[in-house]
């Protein structure tokens, strides 16, 4: 309003007598007409020809609203109040018609008597509606229901075709989504049948290479088992050589035993306190102490040594450093730095041989120790 207040948010609805509600006007209106009436809304089989409801107007604020007014409206008692609205009394209803505006009877303040009668010119008096108004009047409500029942059937029409083209795309989105899996998983099905392919061309061609390998092991088998009885037999008789080499073997181990026991026997070895050294009673000198003596007893002492080494390298055939020319008592050791043939030694009557120094001889004496 002009003070800045809001006003309140109102709205009717329209009832029968028998508090059936028939349509309800739209909101946020100060003066709600018959214009707000949604009529769409109301029962299809409505009766209109009654001329008895029930009007109540409703306001709040914040979607909290209460009844303001509640009137029973009769409509063969309704005044006409004329073509225009004049000044009324508050909370008071008045009907918009098609020839003016109709309202109740209504006492005002301070008027005592009702005035029942109406001074007009007979002339312009007239009534509010006649038989053919209402048959125009029943005509245009029938078409309206009639044209509320097509628009309904045809908006159900609509409706059933939207839900069914929304089904249809969906159906139609669910195919060509399946016709693409099923087109991958095709070309997926030709790409391992070729690979399975390629695979198991790879397989037979293996098979067959393992049966021409298997065909030649066999071959080869069989030839080795032809082989193997030989091979056996020269088993056989390696072992028994092997055994008969060993049983030898032994044999020669004890005779050498035999005989190295018989030579200490016969060139018996003995030391004194000394540390002097006799083969068969004869001193042998060492090597660093062999002067003073005679060439008779060096040469008898070298023979029994040179003879026994000889012997025991012969026995256990074992090779010997300097290499012992053995002639009983003359018998010496060949140094490298003296060696001459064996046919001048032997004409020699002295141990040293001709044409060789003192050097050279003592040289191969006291290398003959260790022979």
């Known amino acids: 309003n002009r003070n800045g207040y809001r006003l309140l948010d ?14 309800k006007g739209k909101q946020m209106f100060l003066n709600p007409t018959w214009r707000s009436l949604d009529f769409g809304l109301m029962p299809d089989r409505l009766d209109t020809s009654v001329s008895c409801f029930v009007v109540r107007i409703w306001g ?9 007014i509640e009137w029973k409206v009769n409509l063969d008692g309704l005044k006409y109040l004329g073509q225009q609205i004049h000044a009324r009394s508050p909370n008071e209803i008045i009907f918009g018609l098609n020839d003016g505006y109709y309202g109740a009877l209504y006492e005002r303040k301070g008027v005592s008597e ?22 125009r009047l029943h005509r245009a409500q029938c078409a309206i229901k009639q044209t509320q029942v097509t628009v309904q059937k045809i908006g159900r029409e609509i409706e059933e075709k939207l839900r069914l083209t929304s089904t249809s795309n969906e159906l ?29 061309a790879l397989l037979h061609k293996e098979q067959s290479a393992l049966l021409e390998r298997g065909k030649v092991f066999e071959e080869e088998h069989s030839k080795l088992l032809l082989d193997k009885k030989p091979l056996q037999e020269l088993r056989k008789e390696c072992t028994a050589k092997r055994e008969q080499f060993l049983k030898t073997n032994a044999q020669l181990t ?10 200490s026997c016969i060139y018996p070895i003995d030391t004194n306190d000394q540390e002097d050294y006799f083969i068969c009673g004869v001193k042998l000198p060492n090597s660093e102490n062999f002067q003073a003596k005679d060439d008779g007893s060096i040469a ?28 009983a008592n003359l018998a010496s050791p060949i140094g490298f730095a003296c060696w001459k ?17 003192h050097f050279k001889y003592v040289y191969a004496d006291c290398q003959a120790p260790e022979c």
């Open 300 to 327: 008898v002492a070298l023979g029994y040594t040179a003879h026994l080494v000889s012997m025991i390298s012969y026995f256990l055939q074992v090779p010997l450093r300097y290499p012992i020319l053995h002639k």
């Open 60 to 68: 709040g604020k914040n979607d909290t609203y209460q009844l303001l």
């Open 172 to 200: 139609k989105k669910e195919s060509e989504c399946l016709q693409l899996k099923i087109l991958v998983l095709q070309n997926e099905l030709e790409r391992q049948k070729r690979a399975l392919g390629r695979e198991v």
């Open 254 to 263: 004890i005779r050498r035993r035999q005989l190295l026991s018989e030579l």
């Open 10 to 23: 109102t709205y009717f609805t329209l009832h029968l007598c028998d508090n059936i509600n028939i349509c």
């Open 341 to 357: 043939p064996a046919g001048k030694i032997a004409n020699g009557d002295h141990l040293i041989p001709e044409g060789c120094i």
């Open 114 to 135: 009702i005035q029942k009668n109406l001074q007009v010119d007979p002339n312009c008096v007239r009534n509010s509606y006649d038989v053919f108004s209402l048959l």
